[in-house]
C-alpha cells in the first residue's frame, strides 16, 4: 500500500522560494507517475505539476512553468516540488499525488493522496 506524507509548507513573502517534498512509502516507487496539486480556499483542486515513474516525462501548469521544479528521488523515495519566485496567487493547500502508469493532469486518474502542506504567500 502507498502512502503519501507531505512536508516543507509555510509563510512566505512574495518573491520568495519553498521547496516542498513528499515522502512515500510502500514497495512501488519505481512504478508510480507522480504530481502536484493545489487548492485555494472556494477553488477546485488544481494541476500544478507531474513527473513519470522514469523521472523524464514532466509537465507543469503554466502559470508555474519557469518557477517551479518537479524532481524525483529513487533512493529517498521522494518527490519534491522547488518553488521560486512566489506570488500571492500560489496561496493554496499543496497535495502530492501518485499513480500507476502514466503520469497525467487530471487529479481524478491519480489513486494515492497526502494529507496536504499549506503555502501562504503574502504580498
Known amino acids: 500500500q502507498v502512502q503519501l506524507v507531505e512536508s516543507g509548507g509555510g509563510l512566505v513573502q512574495a518573491g520568495d522560494s519553498l521547496t516542498l517534498s513528499c515522502a512515500v512509502s510502500?514497495?512501488?516507487?519505481?512504478?508510480?507517475?507522480m504530481g502536484w496539486f493545489r487548492q485555494a480556499p472556494g477553488k477546485e483542486r488544481e494541476f500544478v505539476a507531474s513527473i513519470s515513474r522514469t523521472g523524464s516525462g514532466i509537465n507543469y501548469l503554466d502559470s508555474v512553468n519557469g518557477r517551479f521544479t518537479i524532481s524525483k528521488n529513487s533512493a529517498q523515495k521522494t518527490m519534491s516540488l522547488q518553488m521560486n519566485s512566489l506570488k500571492p496567487e500560489d496561496t493554496a493547500v499543496y497535495f502530492c499525488?501518485?499513480?500507476?502508469?502514466?503520469?497525467?493532469?487530471?487529479?481524478?486518474?491519480?489513486?494515492?493522496w497526502g494529507q496536504g502542506t499549506q503555502v501562504t504567500v503574502s504580498s
Open positions: 510502500g514497495h512501488f516507487f519505481n512504478t508510480l507517475a
Open positions: 499525488a501518485a499513480k500507476p502508469g502514466l503520469a497525467t493532469t487530471e487529479a481524478s486518474t491519480y489513486v494515492n
